[in-house]
């Protein structure tokens, strides 16, 4: 059995039900190995690179694994495709599941398995990968959805802090009206109000609806001429950028706003200067349009003035 470090901070992706689901299995499986609750951190992706690691310890989910985590006495949990192979860190690692799956089963090697707790990771697990053959899809969507919409801290205060509240919680219910109801009305919508902001990349107005369901939507049917489609929402005074697509192409679009996250499911805040969705727009349009002169490259500078954030 891997005899994992005891970690002084457990730092996971604010963003989306899987690094809440993973940051919070890990956490009590510290508790249970080391009788002590380690703080828990989560960033967004801007943040989380910004963020100097200055931990002798620590315990890392959700994010990519990169050289500058590859400490010793830290553990890596992800399922990110990364090139970095491990010198010193721990790391366990599997782009076929997500990174709440594989905290979970380091709990349950040390006997923190549960129904309650199978049945939160098989659904985060089909929300997070997008398996949309399972018959749970739907259902596992509106679990998602709950971080989404009520977002990370919130929740977490919400249940104190236990993951098995989530089950069949009343708020489920508020996630599956939205669901049956707005998201029809919403891809209708935004399947007319698609922008163009560059040769391959749309902007998909939202004003209803899952906007990631509506997007996936959007992608599967062709209902569009672009391979990576754009939503854009203002949470916590940022404007935050979701880029999706079909064949890969999202992330390599995010990593340009020194963004980060899956091949088809990606995301990034937009610089401080950026203020409302309009001014968003515009950004992304004219970075991502040649005709416009905005080298890429040069982008770094526009984000040197972005806090780091943490809870």
Not at 29 to 52: I, M, S
Not at 65 to 79: A, G, I, T
């Amino acid at each position: 059995m891997l005899t994992l470090p005891k970690p002084e901070v457990i730092l996971t992706h604010e963003s989306d039900l899987d690094g809440f689901v993973a940051g919070l299995l890990l956490q009590r499986l510290a508790h249970t190995l080391y009788g002590e609750r380690v703080p828990l951190q989560a960033y967004h992706y801007n943040y989380w690179k910004q963020r100097e690691l200055r931990e002798r310890s620590a315990w890392v989910t959700d994010f990519t694994f990169e050289p500058r985590m590859d400490k010793q006495d830290w553990l890596v949990v992800d399922h990110h495709v990364t090139e970095t192979r491990p010198a010193k860190a721990h790391l366990h690692h599997d782009v076929n599941k997500s990174a709440g799956l594989l905290a979970y089963e380091l709990c349950q090697k040390n006997g923190l398995g549960s129904p309650a707790l199978d049945r939160l990771v098989h659904l985060n697990n089909v929300a997070d990968l997008f398996l949309e053959n399972d018959p749970d899809f739907d259902v596992a969507g509106d679990y998602a959805g709950l971080v989404k919409i009520y977002t990370f801290w919130n929740l977490h205060t919400l249940i104190e802090g236990e993951l098995e509240k989530l089950i069949d919680h009343p708020l489920l219910e508020v996630m599956a009206v939205k669901r049956r109801v707005e998201d029809p009305i919403g891809f209708e919508w935004s399947r007319r109000h698609v922008a163009e902001l560059s040769a391959t990349v749309g902007y998909v107005d939202t004003i209803v609806g899952n906007s990631n369901q509506v997007v996936h939507r959007l992608l599967e049917s062709k209902a569009t001429k672009y391979p990576v489609l754009v939503t854009l929402f203002r949470r916590m005074n940022a404007v935050f950028a979701s880029f999706r697509s079909r064949n890969g192409e999202a992330l390599k679009v995010a990593e340009k706003f020194q963004g980060g996250g899956h091949a088809n499911a990606a995301g990034a805040i937009l610089p401080k200067s950026v203020r409302n969705l309009d001014d968003g727009v515009e950004f992304l349009r004219q970075a991502l349009n040649p005709k416009h002169e905005a080298p890429l490259n040069n982008l770094e500078s526009l984000f040197a003035g972005l806090d780091v954030g943490k809870k």
